[in-house]
């Protein structure tokens, strides 16, 4: 059973509110068509049982507090309806707010109590500048953190990158360094240590975290990180979960198996900003990396993915 742990949604009210903005894309993409009818077959094409929903970057913040609450309410509602009127093939992450911590408060407890959706979906970077990790987000990790929640860590194109004189979309390399950064602001922040409940899943197999890892441990034991994070950095980056959207290659996939195990990775095809092609270039990459015997692929392929998710496990008809 194939679980699609990133996989994006772009109903017509969220494309329509953003070009109201001047809004096309999101890193350097333009926004791709969407319909649940043609989602659907491509899954069936694909062999995708399900695919959990979430909106990507940029996001539904703008610098308007209650802009952003409309937009995030009609966004999971929308997620929602999916789900109900497709419960065995959908399930949803929930968008929220931020940098606007109340409001984000707010739409969880909507969201997750009320719309009874799977889980968050997080910008690594928002709009305002600041990373997840930062002091002013501490509120809602703690609510994160009671509740177990799973999150998915989606990058942005981060404020810090939008003048760097590339001719290049944000997607290609910006992306990986935003959730890179996000994930190493939580760790030496203490928010992983602070609330070690929430279930992080970062996106395009943790962006470079895998291939510097060995890097960022050395540097976390000089004097002044040392402190923040006593047992070292590892220990932190091996309780994330990584998913394979874009990811699906020799190149990425034998740099992350070397920081974890396959219990810890869940396939993404980060459809439709990634083709079907795409995706199915991620599921044939998958089947013939020689790193993972059969059962470490299905726990890849979708037993994760039902272990972390029983709303949907549920749905699907599978006991967790």
Known sequence: MRIDIHHHVLPREYVAALARLGVTGGGGVAFPPWDAASTLEMMDRQGIAAAVTSISAPGVHFG????????????????????????????????????????????????????????????????????????LFDDLLAELDRRSAVVLVHPAVPKSSESLPLDLPGAMVEFTFDTTRAALNLVFRGATARFPNVRYVLSHAGGTIPYLAGRIALTGALPGLRERVPDGPLPHLRR?????????????????????????????????????????????????????????????????????????????GVAR
């Open 240 to 316: 994330f979960f990584y998913d394979t959207a874009l990811s699906a290659t020799p190149h990425a996939l034998r740099s992350l198996q070397e920081l974890v195990g396959p219990d810890r990775i869940l396939f993404g095809s980060d459809f439709p900003f990634g083709p079907e092609p795409v995706a199915r270039a991620s599921i044939d990459g998958l089947a013939r990396y020689d790193g993972f015997d059969d059962a470490g692929r299905r726990r890849i392929d979708g037993e994760n993915a039902l272990a972390l998710l029983p709303r949907l496990a549920a749905r699907v």
């Open 64 to 135: 308007d507090d209650r802009a952003a609450g409309s937009l995030a309410r009609r966004c999971n509602e929308l997620s929602a309806r999916l789900v109900a009127e497709h419960p065995t093939r959908f399930g949803a992450f929930a968008v929220l707010t931020l940098p606007d911590v109340k409001g984000a408060l707010q739409e969880l407890e909507y969201a997750l109590d009320d719309l009874a959706l799977d889980g968050v979906v997080l910008l690594a970077s928002q709009s305002d500048g600041r990373y997840l990790g930062d002091p």
